[in-house]
Protein backbone atom coordinates (compact mmCIF):
# COMPACT_ATOMS: atom_id res chain seq x y z
CA UNK A 1 0.00 0.00 0.00
CA UNK A 2 1.24 3.48 -0.82
CA UNK A 3 0.29 5.78 1.74
CA UNK A 4 0.15 9.77 0.72
CA UNK A 5 -0.83 12.75 3.30
CA UNK A 6 -3.02 15.90 2.91
CA UNK A 7 -2.60 18.57 5.59
CA UNK A 8 -5.84 21.29 5.61
CA UNK A 9 -7.90 22.87 8.01
CA UNK A 10 -9.60 20.85 10.53
CA UNK A 11 -12.81 22.57 9.40
CA UNK A 12 -12.34 21.74 5.67
CA UNK A 13 -12.08 18.18 7.06
CA UNK A 14 -15.21 18.19 9.44
CA UNK A 15 -17.09 19.69 6.13
CA UNK A 16 -15.56 16.95 3.96
CA UNK A 17 -16.95 14.29 6.93
CA UNK A 18 -20.21 15.80 6.84
CA UNK A 19 -20.26 15.65 2.97
CA UNK A 20 -18.44 11.95 2.95
CA UNK A 21 -15.73 13.65 0.37
CA UNK A 22 -13.27 15.89 0.34
CA UNK A 23 -13.06 18.50 -2.27
CA UNK A 24 -9.77 20.29 -1.89
CA UNK A 25 -8.86 23.49 0.10
CA UNK A 26 -9.20 26.46 -2.51
CA UNK A 27 -5.65 26.33 -3.56
CA UNK A 28 -6.47 22.69 -4.91
CA UNK A 29 -9.76 23.46 -6.42
CA UNK A 30 -7.80 26.83 -8.49
CA UNK A 31 -5.25 23.86 -9.42
CA UNK A 32 -7.52 21.67 -10.79
CA UNK A 33 -6.47 19.07 -8.29
CA UNK A 34 -5.32 18.37 -4.47
CA UNK A 35 -2.52 18.42 -3.81
CA UNK A 36 -0.61 15.16 -1.36
CA UNK A 37 2.70 15.01 0.25
CA UNK A 38 4.92 11.52 0.63
CA UNK A 39 5.27 11.38 4.22
CA UNK A 40 9.27 12.36 3.24
CA UNK A 41 7.40 15.26 1.35
CA UNK A 42 4.69 16.11 4.17
CA UNK A 43 7.30 18.42 6.94
CA UNK A 44 8.78 20.95 3.81
CA UNK A 45 5.19 21.02 2.70
CA UNK A 46 4.11 22.06 6.30
CA UNK A 47 6.70 24.13 6.70
CA UNK A 48 6.16 26.08 3.49
CA UNK A 49 2.33 26.36 2.85
CA UNK A 50 1.02 26.04 6.30
CA UNK A 51 3.58 27.86 8.53
CA UNK A 52 2.54 28.76 11.95
CA UNK A 53 -0.85 27.81 11.17
CA UNK A 54 -2.72 26.00 14.26
CA UNK A 55 -5.80 23.45 14.07
CA UNK A 56 -4.04 21.58 11.09
CA UNK A 57 -4.93 17.93 10.28
CA UNK A 58 -2.60 15.50 8.60
CA UNK A 59 -4.61 12.76 6.46
CA UNK A 60 -3.23 9.45 5.67
CA UNK A 61 -5.10 8.33 2.52
CA UNK A 62 -4.06 4.55 0.74
CA UNK A 63 -3.07 6.13 -2.36
CA UNK A 64 -3.56 2.83 -4.55
CA UNK A 65 -7.36 2.59 -3.65
CA UNK A 66 -7.51 6.30 -5.41
CA UNK A 67 -6.78 4.28 -8.68
CA UNK A 68 -5.81 6.15 -11.95
CA UNK A 69 -7.41 9.75 -10.77
CA UNK A 70 -4.28 9.84 -8.67
CA UNK A 71 -1.12 11.39 -10.81
CA UNK A 72 2.14 11.49 -9.70
CA UNK A 73 3.81 14.79 -11.60
CA UNK A 74 6.57 17.03 -10.95
CA UNK A 75 6.93 19.76 -8.48
CA UNK A 76 9.54 21.40 -6.24
CA UNK A 77 12.92 21.06 -7.39
CA UNK A 78 11.47 18.51 -10.10
CA UNK A 79 10.18 16.05 -7.46
CA UNK A 80 7.25 14.02 -7.82
CA UNK A 81 4.14 14.46 -5.79
CA UNK A 82 1.09 12.99 -5.84
CA UNK A 83 -1.94 14.89 -7.41
CA UNK A 84 -5.39 13.98 -6.98
CA UNK A 85 -8.01 15.07 -10.50
CA UNK A 86 -11.22 14.52 -8.12
CA UNK A 87 -12.81 14.33 -5.08
CA UNK A 88 -11.14 12.63 -2.43
CA UNK A 89 -13.55 9.78 -1.50
CA UNK A 90 -13.51 8.92 2.66
CA UNK A 91 -13.08 4.92 1.91
CA UNK A 92 -9.71 5.97 1.13
CA UNK A 93 -8.63 7.42 4.56
CA UNK A 94 -6.30 5.34 6.58
CA UNK A 95 -6.51 7.99 9.75
CA UNK A 96 -6.63 11.83 10.71
CA UNK A 97 -4.27 12.77 13.27
CA UNK A 98 -3.97 16.07 14.76
CA UNK A 99 -1.04 18.40 13.30
CA UNK A 100 0.01 20.50 16.38
CA UNK A 101 2.55 23.56 16.69
CA UNK A 102 5.51 22.89 19.21
CA UNK A 103 6.57 25.97 21.04
CA UNK A 104 9.10 27.13 18.18
CA UNK A 105 6.26 26.98 15.59
CA UNK A 106 7.09 23.73 13.82
CA UNK A 107 3.98 21.42 13.11
CA UNK A 108 4.68 18.38 15.32
CA UNK A 109 4.17 14.71 13.24
CA UNK A 110 2.59 11.62 14.37
CA UNK A 111 5.11 9.20 15.08
CA UNK A 112 3.27 6.56 13.22
CA UNK A 113 3.64 7.87 9.44
CA UNK A 114 4.56 5.41 6.96
Known amino acids: MSVIYKI ?4 EWHEAERS ?10 KDGFIHF ?3 EQA ?3 ASKWFAGQHDLVLVAID ?5 ARLKWEPSRGGA ?7 ELLLQ ?9 LDT ?7 QAMA
Open 8 to 11: CTAS
Open 20 to 29: GAYRGSAVDR
Open 37 to 39: STA
Open 43 to 45: AET
Open 63 to 67: GDALG
Open 80 to 86: LFPHLYG
Open 92 to 100: AVLRVDPLP
Open 104 to 110: AGRHIFP
